[in-house]
C-alpha cells in the first residue's frame, strides 16, 4: 500500500454535491491555500442526467443554464392549471454541460488535483480523514463524500421509496410544443404502478424532454416506461411522429431515513448526506444550499456539519413518505390539492423547506385531513 500524500480537503465523488462544493470553494476565494483532490470513478463525459429546479435569483451556474421558464401546467383529468412561476423561474441544467464547466474552473485551480479510481472505503484514523483509492490510502483533514456505498439500514418509522424514471428528448417534425410553458406534472396516466405521473420541458416548438416518472417500492419493467412515453406522446399531447434523439433513466431514493451527517472528519454531502428531499426527490438546490453553508463554515474556521432540515419539515416529509408508501391516499390526489388550492410562490418556498409556519398551516389544510392526520399520529 502506497500513501500518495496528504490533502487539506479530499472530495469524493465528481457528481454533482462533489463538483458544487468544489466551485463553491473556487468561487468564494478564500481556500487558494488549501491542497484539494477530486476523486471518481468516472470521467463525467456522459450527458447521464438532467437537472431542473427552481430558483429566484441568479445562482452559481446561470451561465449553464440551457432552458428557463416562467410558467409551468399542473394538469390532471378534472382540472389543469398554467402557473406563473415569478418571482421564481424554472430552469434546466443538463448533466454534460455541468460538468464540462466545473472540470474548466477545477483545471484553471492549481491547488485542486483530479484522480479517477474505484474509492473502496472512507474511516477516520487519528485526526486524518482516509480514502482508500484502489489500493492506496489519501489522507486529509477533511473528506466530504458523496457516495453511497450502500442501501441505508432503515429504522422504525422509516420508508424508503424509489422515484424512477425514463426521459426522451424527442424532436418533431411539425410544430408541437410551446417554449415558453413547460409542464410540471401531468397526472392524466396510468397509476396501476404507484404514484406515476408525466413532465414536459419544451426547448423549442419541435423538441422536447418527456419523462415517465413513478415513485414505488420497486422498479417496473423497462418495457413500461417506454409504454408509458409513447401512450402519453400519442394520447395526451397528440404527437403522431417524432424521433428519440436522446434518453436518459434516474433512480432517486425518496427516504425519511436520517443519513448521517458526518462521522469524525468524514462530511456526508448530496444524495449520501441526506440532501435528497424525501417527498419530492428535488436534490439540486438544496446540494447548492448546503454547499454553500459548509463553505462558510470552512472559512470562519469552524467545523462544517452543517444541520440543514429543520425538524418541521423532516416531519412534513416524513407523513407525507407515510402516505405514499401505505398507499392511503392517491398521489395524484395530493399534489392535485396542493396545485389547486395554494398560491404558487408559496407551495415552492414549503418545497424548499423555506416557508413561514403560518404559510405551512395554509398549505396543510389544502390537504384531505383524515388520512393526514391519521399518518402524522402514526409518526408521531
Ligand atoms: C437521471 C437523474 C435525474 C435527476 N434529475 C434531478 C432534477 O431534475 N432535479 C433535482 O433536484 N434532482 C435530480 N436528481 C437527483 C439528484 O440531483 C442527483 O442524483 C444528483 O446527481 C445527486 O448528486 P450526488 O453528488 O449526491 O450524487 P452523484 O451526482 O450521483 O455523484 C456521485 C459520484 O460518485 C461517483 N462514485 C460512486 N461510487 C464511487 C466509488 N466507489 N468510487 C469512485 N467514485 C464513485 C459517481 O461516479 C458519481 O460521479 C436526478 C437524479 C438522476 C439519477
Known sequence: MTGTGRYDYIIAGAGCAGLSLAMHMIHSGKFREKKVLIVDRDHKEKNDRTWCFWEENPGLFESIVYKRWNNAWFHNEDFSRLISLSPYEYKLIRGKDFYDYCFKHIRQASNFDFQLGEIKGIYNRNDNAVLMLDDKEVLASYIFNSILFDKPDLNRKEYYLLQHFKGWVIETDKPSFNPDEAILMDFRVDQKEGTTFVYVMPFSKTKALVEYTVFSERLSEPVRYEEGLNEYISQILKIGSYQIVENEFGVIPMTNHRFPLSNGNIINIGTAGGQTKPSSGYTFRFIQKHSAAIIEKL??????????????????????????????????????????????QQLLRFLDNESSFAEELKIISSLPAWPFFKAALKQL
Request: aromatic share 14%; charged share 25%; glycine share 6%.
Open 299 to 344: 472559512a470562519a474556521g469552524e467545523n462544517p456539519v452543517i444541520r440543514t432540515t429543520k425538524g418541521r419539515f423532516r416531519f412534513y416529509d416524513t407523513v407525507l413518505l407515510n402516505i405514499l408508501y401505505n398507499q392511503t391516499l392517491p398521489g395524484k390526489k395530493i399534489f392535485s390539492s396542493l396545485f389547486k388550492k395554494n398560491k404558487p
